[in-house]
């Protein structure tokens, strides 16, 4: 069975709105990276040195990140060599399973599920820098959880941004949500020690805290986040049971270098990519995952309420090659 075959089979698996989420919200990167696929391919009908050249630089311009590009290309040379490839054309369907191996590693079952327990106060925490979409994230995921049968209580830890507040105070009553917070200036750390107790009185489910997304320079940032993230242990022993990283996917090799930081001053469990339909370069996704080994658990593929969906590496894969998959199919048929 082809590798296109095993991943519509995995596709199939899930619900057809789900894939259709995923497809829409890649377009761009998708229609970017087909098209250059499909012109590479006609202008080398042998797999040859000049063909990697040119799939090198291809993969990327669309953000899949020098180091793990490199690493790709070796891969592919090798794999190519090993099953006597000729034509370009069976090249794609070998580069889909390599990106799909990339983001998998060792582990093919890898848990992009959000750590949420029933039975106990789950705290998340978002950080990362101002304008990547963190409250509308936090709003989106609100409103996730509660169709999903889940109390929710949201905590407006973003203090110092003027109008932070009230944008999470619109988020909770869009979402039917209580919002704790303290007037403009207040002590972060003191926000989230209120939301906690109001948490734990209320016997929530999950607890999703705003944060700072920039003080006067970085080092204050990170401080101010350690000193959140040690008053809600102290109330809750293990939490907060995720750290979210929001990054906004537009910006590309930047969204790199803020979760460097962010992942050297914050035990960061988990990214969320948001505006990835607003992109061409989706291979984002990939960079984070090879370089930083942090795992994508969210994506934001648009703008309505239920476009924050869970990320899925084969959904990833195949709306990025499913142009190129549905030609096979005509061609087959």
Avoid at 224 to 232: D, G, M, P
Avoid at 272 to 296: C, F, Q, R, Y
Wanted: net charge negative.
């Amino acid at each position: 069975m082809s590798f296109f075959k095993k991943l519509k089979e995995k596709i199939t698996q899930q619900t057809d709105a789900v894939t259709e989420k995923f497809k829409e919200g890649l377009t761009k990167t998708r229609d970017s990276f087909a098209e250059k696929m499909n012109d590479l391919v006609a202008k080398y009908r042998k797999v040859d040195e000049d063909f990697f050249e040119e799939l090198e630089e291809l993969l990327i311009t669309a953000d899949v990140g020098v180091s793990t590009v490199m690493d790709l290309i070796d891969e592919l040379k090798m794999e190519v060599k090993r099953r006597n490839i000729q034509d370009t054309k069976d090249v794609q369907a070998v580069i889909s399973e390599k990106l799909v191996e990339i983001y998998e590693g060792d582990n093919s079952e890898e848990d992009n599920n959000l750590n949420i327990q029933d039975g106990q106060l789950n705290v998340v925490l978002f950080v990362g820098v101002n304008g990547v979409g963190k409250t509308t994230t936090i709003g989106k995921l609100a409103h996730k959880l509660k169709s999903e049968g889940k109390s929710v209580l949201l905590a407006a830890g973003d203090t110092f941004r003027a109008g932070a507040i009230e944008q999470l105070e619109v988020w909770g009553e869009r979402v039917g949500v209580d919002v704790i917070k303290q007037s403009e200036g207040s002590d972060p750390a003191a926000v989230m020690y209120d939301a906690v107790q109001a948490a734990k009185a209320r016997k929530v489910d999950v607890l999703l805290c705003d944060t700072a997304g920039r003080l006067q320079n970085k080092v204050n940032l990170m401080k101010e986040l350690e000193k959140v993230k040690r008053v809600i242990e102290k109330e809750i022993p293990g939490a907060p049971h995720e750290v979210l990283l929001v990054l906004d996917a537009t910006t590309g090799q930047n969204a790199m270098t803020q979760a460097k930081q962010f992942s050297q001053a914050t035990n960061v469990t988990g990214i969320v990519l948001t505006k990835l339909d607003g992109t061409a370069k989706g291979g984002i996704v990939l960079a984070i995952k090879s370089e930083l080994n942090i795992p994508v658990k969210l994506v934001g593929l648009g703008e309505k309420m239920d476009d924050l969906q869970q990320f899925n590496t084969a959904q990833y894969v195949y709306s990025l090659f499913s142009s190129i998959i549905e030609e096979q199919d005509e061609q087959s048929s």
